[in-house]
């Protein structure tokens, strides 16, 4: 084929994903995270944060899970997975300095997500709405802080953490 037609070809598909990305929400109001393993650790996966009227839409799918087994998942204070370990991302991501706890129940850290439930082959798709994070903005925004995925489940009250064991994959929640 023509380099120059098939190039045309190319921009016209980018521009129609743009377009496509760009038609439900003004820009600035999506954020997305794309988790990698920590050491030792298999699990990947991706996460979109959507800011809508109601709240933020948080959609993704995440593989390499224990099979049937529920895994804490927060949002953490710094977007730095440099640590190999996920450890460099600091604890929960708390702004209002409040305890540990549920996702949208009682006393919480801003950065407490519901749990993750994987399926038989070990994979959690998920959808929920949060109230509790913003996708831009500067109270309880998310952009540009840690996600992480935990081993062990989250027991809600263990302080600071929910006890919920080595973290298994580390994201930068980037804005799009
Ligand atoms: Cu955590
Ligand atoms: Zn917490």
């Known amino acids: 084929m023509n380099p120059r037609f098939t190039l045309s070809i190319l921009s016209s598909l980018v521009a129609a994903v743009a377009l496509a990305g760009c038609a439900s929400y003004p820009a600035g109001n999506r954020a997305a995270a794309k988790l990698e393993p920590t050491r030792g650790s298999t699990t990947t996966g991706t996460v979109t944060f959507v800011q809508t009227g109601g709240g933020v839409q948080v959609s993704g799918e995440i593989r390499g899970l224990k099979p049937g087994a529920e895994h804490g998942f927060?949002?953490?204070?710094?977007?730095?997975?440099?640590?190999?370990?996920?450890?460099?991302?600091?604890?929960?991501?708390?702004?209002?300095?409040?305890?540990?706890?549920?996702?949208g129940m009682g006393d919480h850290h801003t950065g407490d997500l519901p749990s993750l439930k994987a399926d038989a082959n070990g994979v959690a798709t998920f959808h929920f709405e949060s109230s509790t994070i913003r996708v831009g903005g500067t109270d309880n925004n998310i952009v540009g802080r840690g996600l992480i995925v935990h081993r062990d489940?989250?027991?809600?009250?263990?302080?600071?953490?929910g006890n919920a064991g080595p973290r298994l994959a580390c994201a930068v929640i980037a804005a799009q």
């Not at 489940?153 to 953490?161: E, I, N, V």
């Open 153 to 161: 489940p989250d027991d809600y009250k263990t302080q600071p953490t």
């Open 74 to 103: 927060h949002i953490h204070e710094k977007g730095d997975c440099s640590s190999g370990d996920g450890m460099s991302t600091g604890g929960h991501f708390n702004p209002g300095g409040k305890a540990h706890g549920h996702h």
